[in-house]
């Protein structure tokens, strides 16, 4: 077993090219994580997953927690042996979820978050120390810090004392971490859109010496302008040896935008979620296969994606698939998205390495443009 590791193998500006050890292997960067959130990807084996090029998995301490119990878990083994997953595996801590879908959520800086199940109602706590010992029982390779997501939008004042309060969390999950060689533990940045308080939190996680940044509190409404600007003042903050993750994000342009400004790790549930819901992603743009349009259509979803729904099967019969209800549909869907995400993430990486990212990034975009035309949205 080898020590967690963020090597930088090459830089274009801001961007870095990167590989990242761990006690499960190793993943290159600019990368986009497989979203596991229950110990699974919906509607695609292990095995399709990794041959789109997926080397990173998700999984969410949250949902593992209510159900089958992490201690379950680990006594069958833990999260890579239960869900065969041997790579490397990121655990969320359970923060968002809280926030989103827990009910009667009530925060208690001493006791964490107090809240009933959405599953069964049910009354839980989940502390910074007890999302460090289920994470830990779960064997994920990446722990992140349990954090409040402070809501959007908030005044000043409210991104003030919910990030403050964070950056205690962070203090208490890193007492009760429990160091392995191979493994590690990822503060979140927060103070919502506002520059001196992502600075001030910056620096508190660098206090603390951890082994990676999250970038937290994003995407969640402020839109793109916004979330770049406030990734232009947060991320030259962040230590640059360690690896930089946003976390939620996002949609292809996001991510482009992103990894041009040096951000290293991306997660988001929209590809396997969009894909059960008709919508692809291509090169040309978005479609939404459940358009009348597609009725007829002999042409491959995108004739560059060499998945099996764009190698083998047309636009007309993904059509028929979604408007018959056929689970066929949305599993070709899902596995074509995973492959567009993980092309793209190829094409930064490459582009890094190039020094020609600006190129990528115009082609991109110029590509995205002529959607209408070409994709058939």
Same mark, same amino acid.
């Given at each position: 077993?080898t020590?967690?590791?963020?090597?930088?193998?090459s830089?274009?500006?801001?961007a870095?090219?990167g590989?990242?050890?761990? %006690?499960?292997?190793?993943?290159?960067?600019?990368?986009?994580?497989?979203?596991a959130?229950?110990?699974t990807? *919906?509607?695609?084996?292990p095995?399709?997953?990794?041959?789109?090029g997926?080397?990173?998995? $998700?999984? +969410?301490?949250?949902?593992?927690?209510?159900?089958?119990?992490?201690?379950?878990? %680990?006594?069958?083994?833990g999260?890579h =042996?239960?869900?065969?997953?041997p790579?490397p $595996?990121?655990? #969320?801590?359970g923060?968002?979820?809280?926030?989103?879908?827990?009910?009667?959520?009530?925060i208690d800086?001493?006791?964490?978050?107090?809240?009933?199940?959405h599953? #069964?109602?049910?009354?839980h706590?989940?502390?910074? @120390?007890?999302?460090?010992?289920?994470?830990?029982?779960? #064997?994920?390779?990446?722990?992140?810090c349990f954090?409040?997501?402070?809501?959007?939008? %908030?005044t000043p004042?409210?991104? =003030?004392?919910?990030?403050r309060?964070s950056?205690?969390?962070a203090?208490r999950?890193?007492?009760?971490?429990k160091?392995? @060689?191979?493994?590690?533990?990822?503060g $979140?940045?927060?103070?919502?859109?506002?520059?001196?308080?992502?600075?001030e939190?910056?620096? /508190?996680l660098?206090? !603390?010496e951890l082994?990676?940044?999250g970038i937290?509190?994003? /995407?969640?409404?402020e839109?793109q302008?916004?979330?770049? /600007?406030?990734?232009?003042?947060?991320?030259?903050?962040? *230590?640059?040896s360690?690896?930089?993750?946003?976390m939620g994000v996002?949609?292809?342009?996001? $991510?482009?935008?992103?990894?041009?400004?040096?951000?290293?790790?991306f997660?988001?549930?929209?590809?396997?979620?969009?894909?059960?819901?008709?919508?692809?992603?291509?090169?040309?743009?978005?479609?939404?296969?459940?358009?009348?349009?597609?009725? #007829?259509?002999r042409?491959?979803?995108?004739?560059?994606?060499?998945?099996l =729904?764009?190698?083998?099967?047309?636009?007309?019969?993904?059509?028929?698939?979604?408007?018959?209800?056929?689970m066929?549909?949305?599993? !070709?869907?899902?596995?074509? +998205?995973m492959?567009y995400?993980q092309?793209?993430?190829?094409?930064?990486r490459?582009?890094?390495?190039?020094g020609?990212?600006?190129?990528?990034?115009?082609?991109?975009?110029?590509a995205?443009?002529?959607?209408?035309?070409? %994709?058939g949205?």
């Open positions: 077993m020590g967690f590791a963020f090597d930088i193998l830089t274009d500006k801001a870095r090219r590989r990242v050890t761990t %006690a499960h292997g190793t993943f290159e960067t600019p990368a986009f994580m497989a979203t959130t229950a110990a990807v *919906k509607g695609m084996l095995d399709a997953v990794r041959a789109a997926a080397e990173l998995a $998700i999984a +969410n301490t949250y949902h593992l927690m209510l159900r089958p119990t992490a201690e379950r878990v %680990a006594r069958l083994g999260l =042996a239960f869900m065969d997953w790579g $595996i990121v655990t #969320d801590s923060g968002f979820q809280v926030m989103s879908l827990a009910k009667l959520r009530v800086e001493r006791k964490g978050a107090v809240f009933r199940s599953l #069964d109602g049910s009354l706590e989940l502390s910074p @120390e007890r999302s460090m010992q289920i994470q830990h029982l779960l #064997d994920s390779d990446i722990a992140m954090d409040e997501c402070t809501p959007h939008p %908030a004042e409210q991104a =003030a004392v919910s990030m309060m950056m205690r969390w203090e999950c890193k007492t009760a971490f160091p392995r @060689e191979g493994y590690a533990l990822f $979140i940045n927060q103070g919502s859109t506002y520059p001196h308080l992502r600075l939190s910056a620096a /508190a660098a206090a !603390l082994d990676g940044y937290g509190g994003l /995407a969640v409404g839109g302008e916004v979330m770049f /600007a406030t990734l232009d003042e947060t991320v030259p903050a962040l *230590k640059a360690i690896p930089r993750y946003l996002g949609r292809p342009d996001d $991510i482009v935008g992103a990894v041009r400004r040096g951000v290293d790790m997660d988001c549930v929209m590809p396997t979620r969009s894909g059960r819901t008709g919508q692809a992603f291509t090169r040309r743009g978005t479609v939404n296969i459940r358009n009348a349009r597609h009725l #007829d259509d042409r491959a979803l995108d004739s560059e994606c060499g998945c =729904a764009c190698t083998r099967y047309s636009r007309a019969y993904l059509h028929h698939l979604f408007r018959g209800e056929e066929l549909g949305p599993m !070709l869907l899902t596995a074509h +998205n492959q995400y092309d793209l993430m190829r094409g930064l490459g582009a890094i390495e190039q020609k990212l600006d190129d990528f990034a115009a082609a991109f975009h110029e995205q443009g002529r959607g209408d035309v070409e %994709a949205i």
